[in-house]
């Protein structure tokens, strides 16, 4: 079972790209500070923000039923799928009634989450992936590695290889002008022969039955203003009670992600298009568990950001594809053990607890402190490896036991100071592969303090 | 909310800077014949063989929105000109109500995109706009600030993705 560790030791393995990826990352994270201090009430305004969600929580089942009223109302078709596999028949059965063959896909976490585009594919309906550095990994046949950069682990060499490939650049282009122009031609085709067009949802308010879809690229809009089919999906979490709520959310939301003071296109769907179809799938897939938990309640205040990402120093140094899952980083070390213990243990161990991610996160996530609590989980619920939990068990026993501690501590001092290095550092000790161990001092703390 | 949020000295001064840092070109102008001297000033703008307008004041264009019933045949429009309501000082954005004009995608479609915005109609902040607006009534709205972007390959800024290559906005009066 492929974990964390093992990916990442791949990942670092090409150290200049490992480092190429980190300064990337931490890039975007620099930029994300300049624009939060350019906001004078930027705390303010994550304080608002998280109450206003918390707020929602504690109401979810009423202020849902208040959206969809709101919704069909303005002649929005509303739907619940309480898990993947029935948001990904509620759509199959959408496009099947209206006969679609091709369908254009702005960025959805969603829908990757709920692996809609296979599950199109089989059924033989044509996704084309229209952000464009989603397409980009859709050309390459992975999943992005980042919820709002996708292709950040992909260099422009590698983009021309592709588009050389499938859109029939030249050999050898890595101008990002030249590459971008061939996917506007290319992505252009797609919009006008679509049947349909799917788009996530970046926030649904209660109070008007309507909801907001953010992109740069414009390609939302365009994916679902020329066919006269929309399906718009969401997680339950996304939602927000009233309409002058989206002021504190838009004003943290580009700006966390990637530095900009909104991002280029905000748009705002209250109705279908003329003589066309407008259908919301409201999706829960093990998000009212959560809502149920005390200590991890707040992760879905996420409003998918990224801002958690760009700052931690594991993500950045092993690829979102490390974490196998849909959203990676803090957020996801805390939602994908959620969904699936057994698959996912390793992901709240890959963290320093160093609480970066806890300090940028617009709508106030207990980040590394939910990252904790999912480590307790991990041994209750008995998925901790043996090793891990051996040395846990070991060293708890040792704790509670005070002269043995000392009498273990004088050895290690003692030990650690005589034993060659090649017996200290070597394949068996694997911390000690990349970290010096501190120098043991002659006399431990209590000796010292004692002897004052 | 009870806050008092950020204010602008100048909003309509730090509308247009804003608007310059996302890549748009923004012009203040006592009466459309200005606007459209720039338009025609402009040899990108000025070129476009098929222009649509929901301003014919402005510019009538060449393209009859009204007897298009299919939005696809927008396709080639070279310049798109569409009313905008007001524009948001703090982050260089403008509202537009797509029941402004017929056929929601044509700012998107368009490969350049002008904005006709009543002078006076701006405001500081996003609490500000969401004051100003009701979507009772409202199919389609979107705040629209500058042209489409992207930085997908490598972080390297470019732009003009899928929507307009370039976004103008005109403050008149």
């Excluded at chain 1, 060293?395 to 004088?410: A, I």
């Excluded at chain 2, 045949?73 to 260089?92: H, Q, T």
């Excluded at chain 2, 929601?104 to 002008?114: D, E, G, N, S």
């Excluded at chain 2, 969401?130 to 800024?157: N, V």
Aim: charged share 20%.
């Amino acid at each position: 079972m492929a974990n964390h560790v093992k990916l990442a030791t791949e990942f670092v393995k090409n150290s200049e790209r490992a480092r190429w990826h980190d300064k990337a990352l931490w890039f975007v994270r620099s930029k994300r500070d300049i624009a939060a201090s350019s906001v004078p009430e930027w705390e303010l305004l994550r304080e608002k923000a998280s109450a206003i969600k918390l707020h929602t929580m504690s109401r979810l089942p009423e202020l849902l039923a208040q959206f969809e009223a709101n919704a069909k109302s303005r002649g929005i078709h509303v739907h619940w799928a309480r898990t993947a596999a029935d948001h990904n028949a509620i759509v199959l059965d959408l496009l099947q009634h209206h006969n679609v063959r091709q369908v254009v896909k702005s960025k959805s976490m969603l829908t990757e989450e709920c692996h809609l585009n296979p599950f199109l594919q089989r059924h033989d309906i044509q996704v084309v992936d229209t952000d464009l550095g989603e397409r980009i990994v859709q050309l390459r046949d992975e999943p992005p590695s980042h919820i709002v950069l996708p292709a950040i682990h992909i260099k422009k060499e590698e983009v021309g290889e592709v588009f050389h490939e499938h859109l029939g650049t030249q050999a050898g282009a890595t101008d990002p002008q030249y590459l971008t122009e061939a996917a506007r031609e290319h992505l252009r085709a797609k919009f006008l022969a679509a049947d349909a067009g799917i788009t996530g949802v970046n926030f649904a308010v209660a109070e008007t039955g309507g909801f907001v879809v953010c992109t740069n690229e414009g390609n939302a809009d365009l994916g679902v203003s020329l066919p006269k089919l929309h399906i718009a999906c969401m997680g339950i979490e996304k939602l927000i009670p009233r309409a002058e709520h989206l002021a504190v959310f838009l004003r943290l939301l580009a700006r966390s992600a990637t530095g900009q003071p909104i991002t280029t296109y905000t748009s705002h769907f209250h109705g279908p298009l003329q003589g066309g179809e407008l259908h919301v799938v409201l999706v829960d897939n093990g998000r009212s568990e959560i809502l149920g938990s005390d200590d991890f309640r707040r992760s879905l205040n996420c409003i998918r950001c990224g801002a958690c990402m760009n700052t931690c120093p594991v993500y950045r140094r092993s690829g979102g594809h490390s974490y196998g899952t849909t959203v990676p980083g803090p957020i996801g070390s805390i939602l994908a053990p959620a969904r699936d213990v057994a698959q996912h243990y390793s992901l709240p161990h890959a963290c320093s607890l160093c609480g970066s991610c806890t300090d940028v996160c617009p709508v106030k996530i207990d980040l590394h402190h939910q990252l904790l609590a999912w480590r307790r989980e991990i041994r209750v619920r008995g998925h901790l490896p043996r090793s891990k939990a051996l040395a846990m068990r070991l060293t708890s026993w040792v704790c509670r036991r005070p002269r043995l501690y000392n009498l273990m501590g004088r050895m290690a001092r003692f030990v650690l100071r005589v034993t060659p290095r090649f017996l200290t550092y070597n394949r068996r000790n694997a911390w000690g592969l990349q970290r010096e161990l501190p120098v043991p001092p002659r006399k431990s703390f209590r000796d010292s303090f004692d002897a004052d | 909310m009870l806050e008092s949020w950020v204010e602008y000295a100048n909003p309509t001064e730090k509308f247009l800077e804003l608007l310059a840092a996302v890549g748009g070109r923004g012009h203040c102008v006592d009466d459309l014949s200005a606007a459209r001297e720039i338009i025609r000033q402009n040899k990108t703008l000025a070129s476009a063989a098929r222009i649509a307008s929901a301003v014919p004041e402005l510019e009538p264009g060449n393209v009859d929105l009204e007897q298009i019933d299919d939005p696809h045949e927008l396709a080639d429009v070279g310049l798109a000109i569409v009313p905008g309501v007001f524009a948001v000082a703090e982050n260089g954005a403008v509202w537009l109500d797509a029941s402004m004009w017929r056929h929601r995608v044509l700012p998107f479609l368009a490969q350049h995109t002008c904005l006709v915005v009543p002078a006076g109609e701006i405001c500081n902040n996003m609490h500000e706009a969401y004051g100003r607006l009701d979507f009772a009534a409202s199919g389609f709205g979107l705040f629209m600030s500058g042209p489409s972007k992207t930085a997908d390959i490598e972080q390297s800024l470019v732009i003009g993705a899928h929507g307009a290559r370039s976004l103008t906005v005109f403050l008149v009066g």
